[in-house]
């Protein structure tokens, strides 16, 4: 399953109770990479002289695989998928000293393990922003003009012919977007709503200063699901914004309004948000994430008012490859004694 890459450091030694198929079993490495898609960071980290080894598929290593891959390593490159916790650090041994991230979102580290060993950890949001920026304006735009709708129905040859009448969807220009969440990604769907000419309030734990704000105005979350007629969800996943939008808050919605969820599937509480939508509640929604992926729950399979995407918020090709160097990069500092570029919020330096 696994490759490796570079030349082995040459204090390493073999160790030959590992099974004698696994090449780590006969070299240990600096770091391990656990996905194949992530060869840029691997390409970046080689070049550096490190040895490193890499997941030679996309398939997600069982705990049992990462933990062996781990052993020795002085560096980790994972995803969010990825579980970074105590038994992790157990089978990695004493030389691990950073595990970074190539996804924005960091859930699966266990933080405080990391801490209490002195283990940095740090993700890769900068590399993203606005790639999922256009993403969730794709989204409102999508299910505001019933993009979706119409194309299965071309598709599958049930179009009459141009009507009147046909296909009538919500004006995007003009409106009012509430952003819950204005970190670097909602204030970029603030810069381009900008373009749309419409008003932005947003919610977010600080006030931002006008000069980063693109004309934003703060309200609570009351405020802003009462008055914005489309509602973008762009805050981080932890246990306070966990069904954050649930029945009392879909209720307090337009009834033309329609809800975009580029954040976390469980930020939502999907079984009502399905309930809203299948009583008109709610005008529409565009998802890219869910509750329990990839498992959709088929309430919203089976209704044309909602847009569903995989989970493809940053899949472009360039931000892809930006995502894999930056967690390279933090790789590099660390392990070269300098301070990370990007450290999750709660290990950063004050």
């Avoid at 490190?50 to 994972?78: K, M, Q, W, Y």
């Avoid at 969807?169 to 003009?174: A, E, M, P, Q």
Wanted: some cysteine; charged content about 25%.
């Amino acid at each position: 399953m696994f490759k490796t890459v570079g030349h082995p450091h040459p204090s390493r030694k073999p160790d030959r109770a590992l099974p004698a198929n696994r090449y780590h079993a006969a070299m240990l490495t600096d770091v391990f990479i656990t996905r194949a898609g992530l060869h840029a960071a691997a390409d970046r980290l080689r070049t550096a002289g490190l040895h490193i080894e890499i997941n030679s598929t996309d398939r997600i290593p069982t705990d049992s695989e990462f933990h062996i891959a781990a052993r020795g390593c002085r560096a980790l490159v994972c995803t969010v998928a990825d579980k970074v916790n105590d038994a992790l650090f157990d089978a990695a041994g004493p030389n691990l000293r950073i595990v970074a991230t190539s996804a924005a979102g960091y859930e699966n580290f266990d933080v405080a393990a990391a801490r209490r060993r002195n283990i940095m950890l740090t993700n890769a949001g900068r590399a993203l922003t606005d790639t999922v920026a256009d993403l969730t304006f794709a989204l409102m735009l999508a299910a505001a003009r019933r993009l979706g709708e119409s194309e299965r129905c071309l598709r599958t040859g049930k179009w009459p012919g141009w009507a009147f009448d046909q296909f009538l969807g919500l004006d995007v220009h003009g409106k009012t977007l509430g952003i819950v969440g204005f970190g670097r990604i909602g204030r970029a769907v603030a810069r381009r709503a900008a373009g749309f000419n419409m008003r932005v309030l947003y919610t977010n734990r600080s006030t931002i200063p006008p000069s980063e704000s693109a004309g934003a105005t703060r309200a609570d979350l009351d405020t802003l699901l009462t008055e914005s007629d489309f509602v973008a969800l762009l805050v981080p996943k932890t246990p306070e914004t966990r069904h954050l939008i649930g029945e009392a808050q879909l209720h307090r919605m337009k009834p033309t309004a329609i809800l975009i969820n580029a954040a976390r599937g469980d930020v939502v509480d999907e079984a009502a948000l399905v309930r809203a939508l299948q009583k008109k509640q709610i005008a529409a929604a565009g998802l890219d994430v869910y509750e329990r992926e990839p498992i959709v729950s088929p309430g919203l399979l089976e209704l044309e008012n909602v847009v569903l995407l995989p989970h493809i918020g940053s899949a472009t090709a360039a931000t892809r490859e930006r995502m894999a160097l930056m967690a390279a990069e933090n790789v590099l500092a660390v392990l070269e004694n300098r301070p990370p570029l990007d450290p999750i919020p709660e290990l950063a330096t004050k």
